[in-house]
């Protein structure tokens, strides 16, 4: 497995950028961080938009930068793909111009997509002759990215694609991103500030504060961390858990997801059988009830799964963050009142109420 | 007819003038232009100042450094033994400096206004730097580019205290139109200076008409 591995020191007036990156050059790594965190910053130094004075950065056996060396690349010779925020589509060029621009530039021998493939991934077929500015927003981004994938990119960075668009534009490109790299395999770095585009998207996630790397680890991990609970700010602390679809009830209009031998029931998914399903769950719509598994429970919440006490932390005066297991990490967010209730102790077996309608995310920012 | 063969051959001189100048001006100004737009260094508003200095400066001023540097004394002259004062390269030079800022200030505005945004996308691309200014920047910058070919040539059309002192209205080899309408004021021919003002005055405004009708019609669109 080819890795991708960074090592950038930039000092600006005021920001630096000090950041040490080591993993694997598959599938979805996000970096996440308040503005002015760096991670436009570091996303430029992995493109070569921005020239770290003591930088090393290689993708597998190639390398781009290495100060040491004396070796760096310019942008134009790195075998990647940007797609910036703005879209920056040329605007004396149609969208079909516009798409070939970098697939005219790429050497036959490198090509590993075709214009067919990447106009059918992204739903742009009839879009083609227009011109940028006379399409939206969300169409634009489109194209954006089908323009970087068709330099057939060892890496694709996208840096902040979905932030200038509405919410109703983000749903409608999502699902895009996630086919690129089912279908095309190729790595992708995202930057984004929006937690639920991350978990809709990502495998790893670098948190990324002042210019350092706060944290790196899969999403569901990073996410539920209570040491992280501050860093992430106003966001909400959860579990992400990749379920499989174990059956349909469509009687009763749900879902029911397997993970690990438990059983997720969620809204209707018109998914097949066995397919991958991620659920978001948040601290706060996940409540502890102690009791025996051999009693008979009744309760009108549809989703008990069974958990382990790992770790408590306080958050406020009245609210304590319990880090659950129950496979992977899950946060429950309750009272102290209930913690003094319940005498929670790490090890413990306990049982984790969670509401069905909280379990699958939609985007809200 | 009113114009003699020297008339026409003033109009001659003053075409060949003004292409060659413009032509000058965009292979000399195109890269200062550019150099100006996404330079961070400290000397470009000095630059900047220079290469506006022709618009304040009496074309006399302007016209007797020129002389004085073309001349068979002068730098060029002394190290080549080449004398371009009273010929007509030295009126493109002189023409030059005279009508630099009309088509570096269109296409230092133009270059700005693309802005690097863009560049980077086509460097992402795998568009060299030069390919990046050649089918990216210049095709967005196509208005500057019009706007400082039809300003630098009109402007050079109408000079006038450069060309009597670099070239001297020699007929033939450096008399332009503007020169000429100021002999025939002097031996009193206004029938001449007559035609020749009203021709010079109706390309002016056409020339000027042209530019904003180019500017108003195709609009470049910034997403």
Same mark, same amino acid.
């Given at each position: ?36 965190? !760096? ?15 003591? !930088? ?30 703005? =879209? ?93 790299? #089912? ?46 609970? #501050?860093?992430? !700010? ?97 946060? =429950? ?33 | 007819?009113?114009? /003699? ?89 002189? /023409?030059?400096?005279? /009508? ?33 200014? $050649? ?61 020749? /003002?009203?021709?010079?005055? $109706? ?21």
């Amino acid at each position: 497995m080819n890795r991708l591995i960074a090592r950038f020191d930039v000092t600006y007036p005021n920001f630096q950028l000090h950041v040490e990156l080591d993993v694997p050059a598959t599938g979805i790594l996000a970096l996440f961080g308040p503005s002015g965190s !760096g991670k436009t910053t570091l996303i430029r130094c992995l493109a070569g938009l921005e020239r770290a004075p003591h !930088g090393f950065l290689c993708l597998g056996d190639e390398v781009w930068q290495d100060e040491t060396r004396n070796i760096y690349e310019p942008i134009h010779r790195r075998p990647i793909g940007y797609v910036f925020q703005d =879209a920056r589509l040329f605007p004396h060029l149609s969208v079909r111009s516009n798409l070939v621009y970098g697939f005219n530039r790429t050497p036959v021998s490198q090509r590993t997509v075709s214009l067919e493939q990447v106009i059918d991934i992204l739903g742009i077929e009839h879009l083609l002759d227009r011109r940028p500015h006379k399409l939206s927003g969300g169409e634009q981004q489109r194209v954006t990215i089908g323009r970087a994938l068709l330099t057939s990119p060892r890496l694709l960075l996208l840096d902040e694609p979905l932030s200038s668009l509405d919410v109703d534009r983000k749903r409608e490109i999502l699902p895009f991103i996630r086919r690129l790299y #089912k279908e095309i395999h190729v790595p992708i770095i995202y930057v984004s500030h929006s937690i639920n585009e991350i978990v809709q998207l990502a495998q790893l996630v670098a948190l990324l504060q002042e210019g350092r790397i706060a944290a790196i680890g899969p999403v569901g991990e990073v996410f539920s961390r209570l040491d992280l609970r #501050k860093k992430l !700010g106003r966001h909400p602390i959860g579990a992400v858990v990749d379920a499989v679809i174990a059956e349909h009830e469509p009687a009763f209009g749900l879902t029911r997801l397997d993970y690990k031998g438990q059983s997720l029931y969620v809204p209707f998914q018109s998914l097949e059988v066995g397919a991958e399903l991620r659920v978001h769950i948040l601290a706060s719509d996940v409540g502890l009830v102690l009791g025996d598994s051999s009693l008979l429970m009744l309760t009108s919440v549809l989703n008990v799964l069974r958990a382990v006490v790992v770790d408590m932390t306080e958050v406020d005066q009245s609210t304590v963050d319990v880090q659950l297991d129950i496979g992977c990490p899950l946060v =429950a967010s309750i009272t102290k009142k209930s913690l003094d209730a319940l005498k929670l102790t790490p090890g413990q077996q306990v049982f984790a109420h969670i509401k069905a309608v909280a379990l699958i995310e939609e985007l809200t920012d | 007819m009113m114009l /003699s063969e020297l008339d026409f051959s003033a109009l001659w001189v003053t075409l060949r003038l003004a292409s060659m100048t413009v032509l000058v001006l965009l292979i000399v100004g195109t890269p200062i232009a550019w150099w100006l737009a996404h330079t961070k260094s400290r000397f470009r508003t000095t630059i900047e100042a220079l290469v506006a200095l022709p618009i304040v400066l009496p074309p006399t001023v302007l016209g007797f450094y020129i002389l004085v540097a073309l001349g068979p004394y002068g730098p060029i002259g002394s190290l080549t033994g080449i004398t371009l004062a009273f010929t007509f390269w030295g009126l493109v030079v002189g /023409s030059a400096f005279y /009508s630099m800022p009309f088509v570096i200030q269109p296409l230092h505005a133009a270059f700005e206004a693309v802005g690097r945004a863009p560049l980077e996308a086509a460097w992402s691309l795998r568009a060299s730097p030069l390919d990046a200014f $050649l089918t990216v920047a210049s095709p967005m910058a196509i208005r500057g580019y019009v706007s400082g070919i039809v300003l630098g040539f009109a402007h050079t059309m109408g000079e006038f205290g450069v060309v009597l002192m670099v070239g001297g209205s020699i007929p033939g080899k450096t008399r332009v139109l503007s020169t000429t309408v100021f002999d025939h004021v002097e031996v009193m021919e206004y029938t001449q200076a007559h035609i020749i /003002s009203a021709v010079m005055l $109706l390309f002016s405004f056409l020339v000027l008409l042209g530019v904003y009708i180019i500017n108003r019609r195709f609009p470049i669109h910034v997403s």
